[in-house]
């Protein structure tokens, strides 16, 4: 599975080079990861969501940060492993989260995520560079669109949350996919916006999770 996300990667337009702090825009905006973490937190001490549960997305997103500020630290096949695998884990969790609650079946649910990931590899290992590399996140969102329409309906209450994520996570995909396009008229790129709004929207996206009301009751 590593094989298809190592080839989707491509040159950042604000890295000028090897060294240590080659890419400080997109370092200091990794920690963004951090403070959805931190939020996440927050939301869960005020829901009072105990056990197993949900709590391995907020560590996800700890180490989604630790990992996106390692990788653009120092490049070499492990820190690319530890920048795009929580990632994939968190996006599959998610997905299976809440699928198992909007469904009421975990089997189902779990169908499902493994029909995902199935597709998921075959176009990143299709298409690895179409978008710098952001076709499999196209493919996320328009998931995120088909469910959230679907969750729009019937709660009401969460609609500007989920207009919210879904342009947040938009845009993100935009902002990382024209990175290396702006580099002449803009030399930091934009990679770090990808950072910062893909963090905010997978806060939004976890505080819907723990709102969302089942579209099918048993």
Not at 67 to 94: E, K, Q
Not at 141 to 163: E, H, M, W
Request: hydrophobic share 55%; charged share 10%.
């Amino acid at each position: 599975m590593f094989n298809f996300v190592s080839q989707s990667v491509t040159d950042y337009c604000e890295r000028v080079g090897e060294l240590f702090l080659s890419e400080p825009l997109n370092l200091v905006s990794s920690l963004a990861f951090f403070v959805s973490a931190l939020l996440v937190y927050k939301l869960y001490k005020n829901k009072k969501v105990t056990g197993f549960g949900y709590w391995p997305l907020f560590y996800l997103l700890i180490l989604i940060g630790i990992g996106s500020s390692l990788w653009h630290c120092f490049r070499n096949s492990y820190t690319l492993a530890l920048d795009a695998m929580p990632v994939f884990i968190f996006l599959l969790l998610f997905i299976y989260l809440l699928l198992r609650k909007l469904l009421n079946s975990s089997f189902k649910a779990f169908m499902f995520v493994v029909a995902f990931f199935l597709f998921q590899v075959g176009v990143s290992y299709l298409f690895p560079q179409i978008l710098n590399g952001s076709v499999r996140h196209v493919v996320n969102a328009v998931v995120f669109i088909t469910l959230g329409s679907l969750i729009y309906k019937r709660n009401p209450l969460l609609r500007k949350d989920i207009v919210l994520a879904l342009s947040l996570y938009a845009f993100a995909i935009i902002f990382r996919s024209i990175d290396n396009q702006v580099c002449l008229s803009f030399p930091v790129g934009t990679h770090f916006l990808w950072h910062i709004l893909n963090a905010t929207a997978s806060y939004f996206a976890i505080k819907i999770l723990l709102n969302v009301k089942p579209l099918v009751t048993k």
